[in-house]
């Protein structure tokens, strides 16, 4: 039997839920954690609802961005290394060219030699080489945090993937 009272409710739950499709990922953080200090069984349908509207979310990303591919990647850089060549090369000595002709400093013979050529690629790839290589050093990938210090979102997320790896057959 419903009451006046419980289609208030029904009422309110299909507004809250409507509500958050329309807020921003850091409001819905906002709500999950007033309504986490809430008491209740209102309370209990509320986290339900934001918990599942974040796993909408989850998954829709998931969806929208492809798997990363190691070897694609890799294969793309190796194209894109030799279609820096190949357009490098002739650009460098178009460009060399251009500057023997307008300035009388640089030699003709010195523009146009493969030697010069070669070196400008060496030092420009090189030069990108260690470029990354610093900024890996300066800017490492991964931080080490303790298990304390994650917030429940984190700790959830950690238990997901070490029971995926388990499922998988690696060892935690």
Known sequence: MTTPTALDMTVVLDRY???LRNVTDIELERRAE????LLGPLAVVLRH????EREYRQAVCRSASPP???????????VGAAAGVAVGAPSVVFAGGALAEHADQVPQALVYSPAVTIGL???VVGGSRLARWLDDRWHHLAVDV???DLNPLGAELLAKVRAARQARG???
């Open 49 to 52: 609802l934001v918990d599942a």
């Open 170 to 172: 690696e060892v935690c």
């Open 121 to 123: 690629i060496v030092a």
């Open 34 to 37: 007033t309504v986490a200090a």
């Open 146 to 148: 303790d298990e304390a």
């Open 17 to 19: 839920r409507a509500g």
């Open 68 to 78: 990363p591919a190691p070897a694609r990647l890799n294969r793309s850089r190796k």
